[in-house]
């Protein structure tokens, strides 16, 4: 058994997945240990299934039941651990809501992170590991020019979410585990 975390790409605004919901939908599909978090895209769950499998049972049963067509990751628990453990700015963990984390459908041309870095303001920056992006933002990411050009300028698939959610569901991750 594989424990999943399920990031779904888009969620927020107009575009909703209801996480109560959502949970009963992927348990009644035979996902196990099914917990969300927060009403932004967030679920971990446990399957014998291949993720590609895991992938394309979730994307159908979002699309029949809740109208929701966009993008879905699902990265496993060592994966997740691995995420946390790469992070390159330690000390940006102190201010969580400023630290992001982008899980990249693939790896991005060094040259798109090289053009990124050119809208870093002083303080913030931007490092690649493997298939993860990883944003600081200590002047806030709602103001940060790099935040703002980042989804198109990396030129690959991602969702992002910040520190404190990356942690939480680690710590999902680890009770759905069993």
Known sequence: ?????????????????????????????????????????????KSRKARETV?????????????????????TQAEWDELI???PFPKAVSTPKFLHAAVLADEPDKGRVEALRGFAASGEGIEVVGKVAYLHTPNGFG???LAEKFD????VANTARNWNTVLKLAELAKTAAG
């Open 1 to 45: 058994m594989t424990v999943f975390i399920i990031l779904f790409r888009g969620v927020g605004g107009a575009t909703q997945l209801p996480t109560k919901p959502l949970r009963e939908a992927l348990g009644k599909a035979g996902f196990e240990n099914v917990a969300t978090y927060i009403n932004s895209g967030n679920a971990v769950l």
């Open 55 to 75: 992938i394309s049972t979730i994307a159908a049963i979002c699309a029949r039941e809740f109208g929701f067509e966009k993008a879905i990751h699902a990265v």
């Open 85 to 87: 453990a790469n992070n």
């Open 143 to 145: 103001t940060s020019k």
């Open 152 to 155: 198109k300028g990396i030129g």
